[in-house]
């Protein structure tokens, strides 16, 4: 069983910078292929970016160029680096692991979750 614990979450005005952290637990995380979604109030949880266990990344249109996910496999950590924020940011953000598994966006496909980290922004 793997628990995944996120951080870093704010209220910040648009154009800002906050960095999201997600610890995982267990001796197998570097096998883990990792992302990231979101979930704003009445829509549904949908995909931001995804990290393989060889570091292959993936993003969803519309943070391409503003949010780079990352992993440090010694720390059992995934991040992501959201930079000038919109207040279409906002949302719970939730990190996500898949054992012995690609990238991949479907929400479907990760069999573990955290328990999401507010993100505001402010206009």
């Known amino acids: 069983q793997v628990q995944l614990s996120e951080s870093g979450g704010g209220l910040v005005q648009a154009g800002a910078s906050l960095r999201l952290s997600c610890a995982a637990s267990?001796?197998?995380?570097?096998?883990?292929?990792m992302g990231w979604f979101r979930q704003a109030p009445g829509k549904a949880r949908e995909f931001v970016a995804a990290?393989?266990?060889?570091?292959?990344?993936y993003y969803t249109e519309s943070v391409k160029g503003r949010f780079t996910i990352s992993r440090d496999n010694a720390k059992n950590t995934v991040y992501l680096q959201m930079n000038n924020l919109k207040p279409d940011d906002t949302a719970v953000y939730y990190c996500?692991?898949?054992?012995?598994?690609?990238?991949?966006?479907?929400?479907?496909?990760?069999?573990?979750w955290g328990q999401g980290t507010q993100v505001t922004v402010s206009s």
């Open positions: 996500a692991g898949r054992p012995n598994g690609g990238q991949t966006t479907v929400r479907g496909l990760y069999d573990y």
């Open positions: 267990g001796r197998t995380f570097s096998s883990y292929a």
């Open positions: 990290i393989s266990s060889g570091g292959g990344t």
